[in-house]
């Protein structure tokens, strides 16, 4: 039986000592608990949206804001320096065997390709020669100055024309008894790996001059002209450069 009336509302307690008290009307939670759903709704769409917006305005307004102007290059190749012609260093009258002959190694180089068409750069190069016994582990040190010219095609296969010149030095066991000079000429292909990476390949034409000296075994070489064909599969890597529009 309800014995008496609660201060701020109806009320009612049973004997127990347990009190009641009325819900709220379902409808009118319903319609709170709508409400509050839809503005989350609608601020996360609303977010969704000027985040979509932000990155469509990015991708459209990036070309304009950032103008690439060539890209860093760097890599490194496995290399050949084939033997066509000894010249005077070793004549066909020569009594003791030819001081150098084809061999292989490695070459590094960095350098910077423009947007088109140039390349200019450096390179180190060893590569271990035959020098059929009269040099204990003849090494054959090239340190050049590269450029090459990318011919106009497009596509993944970039035919180019490369030359430069540079210094070099021969002799046993990385050490320099001898040193001069060499220019090369050639031509080559690039592939396009991807926008970042590419695989070249390239065949030129050496001449190497080397200055009179006296090898391991006491024998006078002369000063001569050595005729090399230099075979690169280069590995390469591009990090593009930007510089901002014009205004």
């Known amino acids: ?6 201060p701020f509302g109806r009320g009612s307690a049973t004997f127990s000592g347990r009190f009641s008290t009325p819900k709220t009307k379902p409808s009118n939670f319903s319609r709170v608990h709508r409400h509050r759903v839809g503005a989350s709704l609608r601020i996360g769409a609303g977010a969704a949206a000027a985040l979509l917006v932000h990155r469509a305005e990015a991708d459209t307004e990036g070309p304009e804001a950032r ?11 496995l290399t050949a320096e084939l033997l066509a012609s000894s010249g005077a260093i070793c004549p066909p009258t020569a009594t003791v065997p030819c001081v150098i002959g084809s061999g ?53 296969y970039v035919p180019f024309l490369a030359g430069g ?8 066991a990385w050490s320099i008894q001898t040193y001069g000079g060499v ?15 590419v695989m070249a390949f390239m065949v030129s034409y050496r001449p190497i001059v080397l200055l009179k000296w006296r090898d391991s075994v006491e024998a006078d070489r002369p000063t001569g002209i050595l005729s ?13 450069v930007y510089e901002p529009p014009n205004r």
């Open 1 to 6: 039986m309800d014995w008496f009336l609660l």
């Open 183 to 197: 220019a090369f000429l050639g031509f080559g292909l690039e592939l396009e790996l991807s926008r970042t990476s």
């Open 228 to 240: 090399m064909v230099g075979l690169e599969l280069a590995l390469e890597q591009r990090v593009p």
């Open 165 to 172: 010149t540079g210094a070099v030095g021969y002799g046993s």
């Open 67 to 77: 103008l690439q102007s060539g890209s860093i290059v760097y890599g490194a190749a």
């Open 104 to 156: 292989g190694g490695l070459a590094v180089r960095a350098g910077y390709r423009f947007h088109f068409p140039f390349y200019i750069g450096g390179a180190y190069e060893f590569s271990k020669q035959d020098a059929h016994k009269s040099i204990t582990l003849a090494i054959l040190q090239q340190v050049r100055a590269e450029a090459r010219y990318f011919l106009p095609v497009s596509g993944a």
